[in-house]
C-alpha cells in the first residue's frame, strides 16, 4: 500500500514519491473552461488547496516540463487541455506564514516572499528587454530597498516584465490570501494590512488582461468586495455555497470509499460517515480529507481537525456573541438553527462590531457548521445549520464550550465597555452596577477615601479599552477632570468625560443632588474644552454616583 501523503502540499513530491493521490487534476479543466479570468476560491482549512495550487503551478509553469508527472491521471487523458501544459510564465506566492503582531513586521515578511518571487524570475527577465530603471526597480526589490508604493504594484509590474520575457500571458496563484487579514483583524492593524492588499491585488488583477491569462486564489473566507476587490468586475467567488468546483477539495464520497478499500478499511465506511462526512458544496457531501487520511493512517477514530490551526478569530467571536450560549444548547442536541449566511465578510472594529450574522457565516464558511437546507430569499441567503459531525461536535462540546465557560465575565465586561463607548448609558448603568455589587467588597465601599477606591477600580476596568486614551486627574478647564475617554485613531468617535462623586450622608446627601452636583460640576469646570481642543467635537458628559454597591448616573 502506498504512503498517506500527511502534511504533504507539494504535488511533484507527493507524485513523484508515489505517494497516495486522489486524482483531483480535473481542476485544472475547470480553471481553464471558467469564464472567470480572476477565481477566488474560499475553503474551510486543511481541504487541500495548497496542494491544488501546487498542482496547477506544475501543471502550467513554462520553465518546466513537468508533462511526465500527470501520466496515468485524468487531465493527460484530454489532448485540449493537456495543450496548456507548461506554457505560461506563473506568479505564485503563499501569505499562509503571515501571522505577525504588527503591520510593520508582516510588511516586512511579505516583502521578502514578493522579493523571492522577483528573485524566481531574474535571469529570464534580465536576458529579456529591460530598460535599466526597470532592472534598477526589481533589483531594489529583491533586495528589499524598495518602496511602499513598489511592492504594492509588484505583481502587475511582475506580470508585464514576465508576459514580455516570454510573450505569453501570466498565471497569477495567491494561496491562503486571507491569512494576513484575518491576522489583521485580530492583532488591531486591519486598516492598514487592508489598505495593502487593496492595492496589491487591485493592480494586479484589475484591467490587467493583457498580461494575465488566469489568476486563481484561495483562503479560507470571502474578504468583502468593498474591503480588498473594490471595482474589480473580473472576479468570482465560488463559496460552499456555489455548485462549480465543488467536488475540487476534500474528498467525495466515492473517493472516500475508494480509498478505504485501498487500505482494507471498507468496513468501516459507516463510522468514517459519521465522523469525518457532513460537509456540503454546493450540493455535494463533502468528507474532511486531512481527517480521513490521518485515520486511514492510524486505523483510530479520533479529533483531528481540531487543533490544526489558530481559532483565534472563532474564539472572539464566540466570547463576543450575546445568542451563541443558547444557540450551542440546541445545536448540541443535534437540531437545527436558521440563520443568514453572508458569504462576505466584513472585518471592521474588533473590539465592537461583531453580530450574529458575521459569527454564524465564519462557523459555515470555516467548515464547523454545515447547512441541511438554504433558500434565497430577498437576497439574503437563509441557511438550516447545525453541527457538521461527530468530530466538529466535539470541538463545539469540549472547546468552544470552554470558550464560553472561561469567559462569561469577560463577556459581560466587554459588553459594559461596548455600551460605555457607544453612549448607551441606560445599559452600561446596569452592568456596571452589576460589576459594583458583584467585585468590590463592603469593606472597600466602607472605606473612608471611598471615592478614591471607586475611581481606581473604573480605571483598572477601562484598561482593558486597548483602542482608547484614558486621562484621569488631569488639568481641563478650571479644575480637574476625573476621566476622559478619547479614541486614539478615529476623532469622530465618541469622546467621554465624567465625573465620579460618593453621596454624603453627613449632610443627608441624595442621589438625586449628588448625580446634580457632578452635572454642574462638569459644565462649570468646562471639562470638555480639554476634548474640544485635542480636536473631538462628539463629546458625551455625564456623571456618576456611587452609593455603597449601587451607582446612577446623569447626563449633562
Not at 480 to 498: P, Q, S, T
Amino acid at each position: 500500500m502506498k504512503k498517506l501523503p500527511i502534511g504533504k502540499s507539494d504535488f511533484k513530491s507527493i507524485i513523484e514519491n508515489n505517494f497516495y493521490y486522489i486524482d483531483k487534476t480535473d481542476f485544472i479543466k475547470e480553471v481553464i473552461n471558467s469564464s472567470a479570468e480572476v477565481i477566488l476560491l474560499p475553503r474551510p482549512r486543511r481541504f487541500g488547496k495548497t496542494l491544488n495550487l501546487s498542482m496547477l503551478n506544475y501543471f502550467f509553469d513554462i520553465t518546466e516540463d513537468n508533462r511526465e508527472l500527470f501520466n496515468g491521471l485524468s487531465v493527460s487523458n484530454q489532448e485540449d487541455i493537456m495543450a496548456h501544459c507548461n506554457q505560461y510564465p506563473i506568479i505564485y506566492i503563499s501569505f499562509k506564514d503571515v501571522k505577525e503582531q504588527n503591520f510593520e513586521l508582516s510588511l516586512e515578511k511579505m516583502k521578502r516572499l514578493i522579493g523571492n518571487e522577483f528573485k524566481k524570475h531574474y535571469k529570464s527577465i534580465i536576458s529579456s528587454d529591460i530598460d535599466s530603471i526597470d532592472r534598477q526597480r526589481v533589483e531594489k526589490i529583491i533586495s528589499l530597498d524598495a518602496s511602499y508604493a513598489d511592492y504594492s504594484n509588484s505583481f502587475k509590474f511582475l506580470s508585464n516584465l514576465l508576459t514580455i520575457a516570454y510573450n505569453q500571458k501570466c498565471i497569477v496563484l495567491i494561496d491562503e490570501y486571507d491569512t494576513p487579514i484575518q491576522t489583521g483583524f485580530l492583532q488591531g492593524y486591519y486598516e492598514k494590512i487592508v489598505g495593502f492588499f487593496k492595492t496589491f491585488m487591485g493592480a494586479v488583477l484589475k484591467d490587467n488582461d493583457r498580461y494575465i491569462y488566469k489568476a486563481v486564489l484561495t483562503g479560507i473566507l470571502r474578504i468583502s468586495k468593498e474591503s480588498i476587490f473594490s471595482d474589480l468586475n473580473n472576479i468570482k467567488v465560488y463559496t460552499l455555497l456555489n455548485s462549480e468546483f465543488s467536488d475540487k477539495f476534500g474528498f467525495t464520497k466515492d473517493e472516500t470509499q475508494k480509498m478505504l478499500s485501498d487500505y482494507n478499511l471498507s468496513n468501516q465506511f459507516k463510522e468514517v460517515n459519521r465522523w469525518y462526512n457532513g460537509y456540503t458544496i454546493g450540493n455535494r457531501a463533502i468528507f474532511n480529507p486531512w481527517s480521513l487520511l490521518n485515520y486511514v493512517d492510524s486505523k483510530e477514530f479520533d479529533v483531528y481537525w481540531a487543533n490544526t490551526s489558530s481559532n483565534g478569530i472563532i474564539r472572539t467571536l464566540v466570547e463576543n456573541s450575546d445568542v451563541f450560549q443558547k444557540d450551542l444548547k440546541i445545536l448540541l442536541k443535534g437540531e437545527s438553527i436558521t440563520k443568514v449566511i453572508n458569504p462576505n465578510i466584513t472585518f471592521k472594529d474588533r473590539d465592537f462590531n461583531f453580530n450574529e450574522e458575521m459569527l454564524y457565516s465564519f462557523l459555515f464558511f470555516s467548515g464547523y457548521l454545515k447547512y441541511t437546507q438554504k433558500k434565497f430569499i430577498d437576497g439574503e441567503h437563509i441557511c438550516k445549520l447545525k453541527i457538521v459531525n461527530k468530530e466538529c461536535y466535539y470541538i463545539f462540546r469540549k472547546i468552544i464550550s470552554n470558550w464560553i465557560e472561561d469567559s462569561f465575565s469577560n463577556h459581560k465586561l466587554r459588553l459594559l465597555l461596548k455600551s460605555l463607548v457607544s453612549g448607551e448609558l441606560p445599559l452600561f448603568e446596569r452592568i456596571f452596577s452589576e460589576f459594583v455589587r458583584d467585585t468590590l467588597s463592603f469593606y472597600d465601599t466602607s472605606k473612608k477615601n471611598i471615592e478614591s477606591v471607586y475611581h481606581a477600580f473604573f480605571l483598572g476596568l477601562l484598561l482593558n479599552l486597548g483602542d482608547y486614551e484614558v486621562i484621569s486627574n488631569q488639568e481641563a478647564g478650571y479644575g480637574r477632570v476625573d476621566i476622559i475617554l478619547l479614541h486614539k485613531r478615529d476623532k469622530n468617535r465618541l469622546a467621554i468625560v465624567m465625573e465620579l462623586k460618593t453621596i454624603d450622608e453627613y449632610f443627608d446627601e441624595t442621589k438625586e443632588i449628588a448625580l446634580q452636583s457632578a452635572v454642574e460640576q462638569i459644565k462649570e469646570k468646562e471639562y470638555i474644552s480639554l476634548v474640544k481642543k485635542r480636536g473631538y467635537s462628539n463629546i458625551l458628559s455625564f456623571g456618576v454616583v456611587f452609593d455603597g454597591k449601587r451607582v446612577w448616573i446623569k447626563t449633562v
